[in-house]
């Protein structure tokens, strides 16, 4: 049970290599930087060190009491990452696969709304506008 911020980027399969041995059911999400409309070519993410760690696992502490997770793991990039690059992935253990589905959700949800990260998009001409909260991934929020 983890959570880890880093500049370099990780093996997924490094990272779940031996994960959850003992569960029913692993679920894994790795989100890439996607582009946009060939408007953007890197993501530059920013944190507070020390106070992002700790709301990571925060979450995942809290998502192991919820469903009952026997273990999950939080990895997260920082700096300047590509399109295409992994920026982050989750991964989630339970003794049944509607637990792991719900705890890597929650984390998703609550990654994605309140993390303590700032992302500024960065186009052919360098970099731009920081990326805003949008409206839907607060709302996703409220089913927890």
Do not use: N
Not at 20 to 35: E, I, N, P
Not at 63 to 71: K, N, P, S, V
Not at 77 to 103: C, D, K, W
Request: net charge negative; no cysteine.
């Amino acid at each position: 049970m983890s959570a880890r911020v880093q500049a370099e980027a990780f093996d997924l399969g490094a990272e779940i290599a031996g994960f959850g041995r003992d569960a029913g059911a692993v679920v894994t999400f790795s989100g890439l930087v996607r582009s946009e409309e060939g408007r953007l070519v890197a993501l530059e993410i920013e944190h507070y060190p020390g106070m992002t760690e700790k709301a990571l696992q925060s979450y995942g502490e809290e998502a192991a009491r919820r469903f009952g997770l026997t273990d999950w793991r939080i990895v997260h990039r920082l700096g300047r990452i590509a399109v295409g690059e992994p920026i982050m992935m989750v991964a989630t253990a339970a003794r049944h696969r509607q637990a792991a589905f719900q705890g890597a959700e929650y984390l998703m949800d609550w990654l994605k709304s309140r993390a303590p990260f700032w992302k500024r998009e960065v186009g052919p001409d360098g970099p731009g506008q920081w990326v805003e909260a949008r409206d839907a991934d607060e709302g996703a929020l409220s089913r927890w």
